[in-house]
């Protein structure tokens, strides 16, 4: 079962097995593109499109060794999983401190941000290794993680600073982004609960987890990025316009 060769075949009729592959080769020439758009905008935008280019190259690498991993032995890379999550959401954090940093964005913010996302990896990390018995649990003390973090940016200091800024085209970013950690986010708890012991087990194959979430990342680290990458084009475009 671990031969070289069942790394190199691709079954036709593994639809896990084709997201791992897409999601590589999407997260990678994603990370080339924000890359190299960097030279395109102004001075103030290009780490936010950096952190974006370093986002979906940590997942390129990532998904690089999920796959194989995926392919010679169809069980699911949740260690490799977890680690590239565990590097890419506090950088999505880092998104949100850089967006709001012109306008007045603390360290401390940031931090807040970092302990959640940190809580909500650890408690998911925990629930979906130690067994069908407290999945439930690990599951809803995560999702406090991640509800606070959605509280930070539709409440909390994020969207105080997005109010104050004045901005139209950083309300406009961070209504996008409320978006993606909404709707896109909450894909992610879903495909935790097809685990045994949790909600929709049964409903779903356990391995359908990765359909989730290959699913989930492939949108928001590629459009999180591209929201971002629109508003520094935009806004570029029109500094220029202002000088010319
Ligand atoms: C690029 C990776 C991203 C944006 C990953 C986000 C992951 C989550 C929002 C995970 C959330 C979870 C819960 C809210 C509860 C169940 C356990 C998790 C970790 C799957």
């Not at 031969?3 to 990370?31: E, H, K, N, Q, R």
């Not at 960097?38 to 290009?46: A, F, N, P």
């Not at 989730?212 to 680290?221: P, S």
């Amino acid at each position: 079962m671990n031969s070289l060769l069942d790394i190199m075949v691709i079954p036709t009729d593994d639809p896990i097995a084709f997201t791992f592959f897409t999601g590589y080769m999407a997260m990678f020439a994603s990370s080339i593109f924000f890359f190299f758009e960097r030279g395109s905008v102004d001075g103030k935008w290009k780490l936010s499109l950096l952190v974006s280019a370093l986002i979906t190259g940590i997942a390129a690498v990532h998904y690089y060794y999920m796959r194989d991993y995926y392919l010679a032995t169809h069980e699911t890379p949740t260690a490799l999983r977890y680690i590239d999550w565990t590097l890419t959401v506090p950088l999505m954090a880092v998104e949100f401190y850089l967006l709001t940093k012109p306008f007045g964005a603390k360290g401390a913010t940031l931090f807040k941000l970092i302990v959640a996302a940190a809580a909500m990896l650890i408690f998911g990390f925990i629930g979906e290794t130690s067994g069908v018995d407290n999945n439930i649990m690990w599951g809803v003390l995560s999702t406090l993680g991640y509800l606070y973090i959605v509280y930070e940016v539709f409440a909390g200091d994020i969207a105080k600073l997005t109010k104050l800024s004045n901005s139209p085209a950083l309300a406009n970013a961070m209504f996008l982004l409320k978006i993606f950690i909404t709707l896109g986010w909450s894909i992610y708890p879903i495909g935790y609960m097809v685990l045994p012991g949790n909600l929709l087990s049964g409903v779903f194959e356990v391995k359908s987890i990765d359909l989730f979430y290959n699913l989930a990342d492939a949108i928001n680290k590629i459009g999180f990025g591209l929201v971002i990458y629109s508003v520094a084009t935009a806004e570029t475009a029109k500094a220029r316009k202002a000088v010319a």
